[in-house]
């Protein structure tokens, strides 16, 4: 075959061929014998009976230049099992398989499937159904109109002083990713969808061939800076943004998969939901003009619900925050934004859009998990923590450390080398090797020193899975040793980067790593995060031309239409899809309601596994949208109420009260208590619920509190007598001294029938000069 000498025919060359490599080479199968041979298992000659059945297969097949040794048999056998039943896992062509089912002592033969799911299953796994003409109530959603503004990572905020002479940008962080959408993306497909909605108002701008239909019903770019950009458009150009909106309303899409990972049927929370794409992202910056503009724009435009994919590195005070101002007049309108917590974790405080009005949702796991078998030279067998898509047949490579590579030409030390810093390797010892380096972002140097793969540690307690540009094992400490002491007492070290590889995750859900963690530092007495949703490794619609992996330094060329990543920006459009389908069921429930339903039928996390975090990492819980229809109670919040929070945080000019007052009684569904080190704990919280269930009801209180604590709830029944009716309920919490507390929680729920209504309850330490007032002006607001 002639390789085309066109860069785009080169790239269809190079996919061809990878596509032509993953369905020609071996697999990995599973092979079944029954019983284990005896009660006294005996690893070596469990292992040494599987590595003559591999040979005995090679030698019958006798192929041109095939490796018959017993070595090669050893290479290709990846487990051993004999503890309970006997059996081993290998690498095998579909020829080789065959031979081997075909053995006396074999029972079955068949491919590591894993859980190669039929759908991509963050929604299955919040019990939303694949058919929503079955759901009860049943969703069309197609009055519902989403507002994208998916960013990616950080912002870059400008933000100029009320006392500054100049106007002075001040940066707020990074924008680490562009946005906007890929019109042409099966997941945006508008089949069977008539007209928008007649509420509708909005444009779609039409610049380098963006054509909207009767799914993307609208789409505006803004660019208050000059920068030059492929597609000044609302056009995709980092994938970021058709992820995000194909998660919260893609179309359904069968056998989507990323180079065969996930491969199933890809679709969104709200299938039949209209989007309107506002892009306000430019290269690594977004200005808060364009997303002043973007907000304006979209209440005008009738969206029903704006999701905001961003987070600000550094947290800004109200008044410095465009995502704060323009969402409490999207609030004021009756529209719910919906806001990423941020990328920030595991640490604390670093949490991002904090602001009341706003729902912000934290990362969390779902049941399937991607993992890269990575197989050393003497057998031993690690799993890694990153997505390979390459070497599909499987191969080993000479393996080095960095720092016995180390390109002392260009002035570096070993010391650097073993860090695998950009320029720091010997490109002439590492060409065509897998090199273990000490730095989790090593795989820029090694790719630039023309290595073969990279064994990098994991970030600090890393639980997710990333794409890299070439193989990759993200591995832990632990295990980066063992590595290294492997490569120093081998004369002839060797590894094997697998495909990766799909599992099962029974510990699902827990909170991200990476998602950003509370306490509010703004605003101590609202909990943030409100609740989490999915967003480790979902599958997604990407922009055909977009990297789909991410190296500091270095491009990846490869073209997906689909791809697997992870964020807070991730499940944040999963909340959004849930709020549509509360929103199309109950199209007259107010921002606040929605919230309130979507976070007292969330399912509790295990705090056990959240041990100085708990709520701080999940907030209320995991989001449940089908019990979230049907909440019983919910917590209403009005314009007029965000206006007295802001006066109670202190003083300010319009407001009644001249006295500063802790904000407990802001109608919020969580209680927080943050309690100055040395002092007792005590707090009072005044609360309104209103009756969406049953006409004629009685709730019941549940208090499920630490003893350290003692909450007292009055009244302790809540009887309705209609749909509509409010009722208001009064909590006091006390407790002794306490000093340097990481949290306490608990929670209250009130019961009727099938109706479950719980809030959380979470009381901290802070140091005395912590305490905040917020310095936002009131009347700016208004």
């Given amino acids: ?40 298992w005996d690893e070596f000659s469990t292992q040494s009976l599987h ?70 299953r963050s929604w299955d796994f919040m019990g939303f159904t694949d058919d929503a003409s079955k759901l009860t109530p049943p969703f069309d959603g197609r009055n519902i109109i989403i507002g994208m503004f998916d960013t990616g990572q950080q912002l870059n905020i400008p933000s100029i002083s009320k006392n500054s002479s100049t106007n002075k940008i001040i940066p707020f962080g990074l924008c680490h990713e562009l946005e906007g959408i890929w019109p042409e993306s099966e997941s945006f497909n508008d089949e069977g969808l008539g007209p928008p909605p007649k509420k509708w108002r909005g444009k779609c701008q039409t610049e380098h061939n963006f054509t909207c239909n009767n799914k993307i019903i609208g789409a505006r770019y803004y660019q208050s800076f000059g920068l030059e950009e492929q597609f000044k458009s609302a056009r995709d150009e980092s994938g970021h943004g058709s992820h995000a909106a194909s998660v919260a309303a893609g179309r359904e899409v069968v056998g989507a998969n990323y180079f065969g990972l996930a491969k199933g049927t890809a679709k969104g929370g709200a299938p039949n939901a209209r989007i309107a794409v506002y892009k306000v992202c430019w290269n690594m910056a977004c200005y808060a003009a ?32 465009p995502v704060a101002i323009r969402s409490f007049h999207a609030v004021k309108n009756g529209i719910l934004t919906i806001a990423a917590a941020g990328n920030q974790g595991p640490q604390r405080g670093g949490l991002a859009n904090h ?57 570096y030390i070993p010391r650097e080398s073993s860090l695998c810093f950009p320029g720091s390797l010997n490109s002439e010892k590492v060409k065509g090797k897998i090199v273990l380096c000490e730095n989790s972002e090593g795989g820029a140097g090694v790719q630039m020193a023309t290595g073969a793969g990279v064994i990098a540690p994991n970030r600090p307690q890393q639980n997710y899975a990333e794409n890299y540009l070439f193989q990759t094992a993200s591995i832990s400490n632990k295990e980066i040793s063992k590595v290294s002491q492997y490569i120093k007492s081998s004369n002839k070290p060797k590894a094997n980067i697998m495909f990766s590889e799909t599992m099962e995750d029974k510990d699902a859900p827990y909170v991200a790593s990476f998602s950003s963690r509370g306490p509010n530092i703004f605003n101590h007495d609202i909990l943030k995060p409100d609740l989490c949703a999915p967003g480790v490794n979902i599958l997604g619609a990407w922009s055909p031309i977009a990297s789909p992996s991410m190296f500091i330094g270095t491009e990846d060329f490869r073209s997906v239409e689909y791809n697997i990543i992870s964020g807070t920006s991730v499940s944040c459009p999963h909340v959004t899809g849930a709020a549509a389908y509360v929103k199309a069921t109950h199209p007259t429930w107010s921002p606040a309601a929605i919230k309130s339903a979507l976070m007292t039928t969330a399912n509790p996390m295990d705090p056990k596994m959240h041990e100085y975090e708990k709520e701080f990492a999940y907030g209320s819980g995991h989001v449940k949208p089908l019990y979230a229809v049907d909440p019983g109670l919910v917590f209403n919040a009005t314009k007029e109420d965000y206006s007295d929070f802001f006066c109670k945080e202190g003083p300010r000019n319009g407001c009644k009260s001249t006295k500063a007052l802790k904000p407990w009684d802001l109608n919020y569904p969580s209680l927080s208590l943050a309690v100055k080190d040395g002092n007792a704990i005590k707090g009072n919280f005044v609360r309104a619920v209103t009756n969406v269930g049953m006409p004629k009801s009685t709730y019941d209180v549940i208090i499920d509190v630490p003893r350290i604590l003692k909450v007292k709830v009055e009244p302790s029944t809540l009887a309705f007598s209609k749909v509509g009716e409010e009722k208001f309920f009064f909590v006091e919490v006390t407790g002794p001294k306490i000093s340097q507390v990481p949290i306490i929680s608990g929670s209250i729920t009130w019961v009727h029938l099938n109706h479950i209504v719980r809030i959380p309850i979470v009381v901290y330490t802070i140091l005395p000069c912590m305490e905040f007032r917020n310095s936002s002006l009131n009347q700016h607001l208004n």
Wanted: hydrophobic share 45%; with cysteine; glycine share 6%.
């Fill in 290 to 321: 364009d997303i002043l503009a973007a907000f304006d724009d979209a209440i005008a435009d009738g969206v029903d619900i704006i999701s905001a994919s961003f987070a600000g590195y550094l947290q800004s005070r109200f008044l410095f925050n």
């Fill in 355 to 411: 602001p009341p009005w706003i729902l912000t949702v934290a990362a969390s796991t779902i049941y399937r998990k991607f993992v890269t078998p990575l197989v050393l030279g003497n057998g031993d067998v690690t799993t890694a923590n990153s997505i390979n898509t390459y070497n599909v047949k499987n191969i080993s490579y000479p393996l080095i450390l960095g720092g016995d590579a180390t390109n002392f030409s260009a002035n």
């Fill in 1 to 40: 075959m002639t390789k085309p000498e066109s860069p785009f025919f080169t790239l269809l060359f190079t996919i061809s061929l990878l596509m032509h490599a993953q369905s020609s080479y071996k697999q990995m199968y599973i092979v079944y014998m029954g019983e284990k041979n005896n009660n006294n």
């Fill in 51 to 120: 590595h003559s059945m591999l040979l005995e297969v090679h030698e019958s097949l006798a192929l041109e230049n095939c490796d018959c040794s017993i070595d090669a048999a050893k290479e290709s056998l990846i487990y051993s099992y004999g503890r309970s039943f006997n059996g081993f896992a290998a690498m095998l062509s579909e020829e080789e398989a065959a031979i081997i089912s075909d053995m006396e002592e074999v029972v079955s033969v068949f491919p590591n499937l894993g859980l190669e799911l039929q759908t991509t």
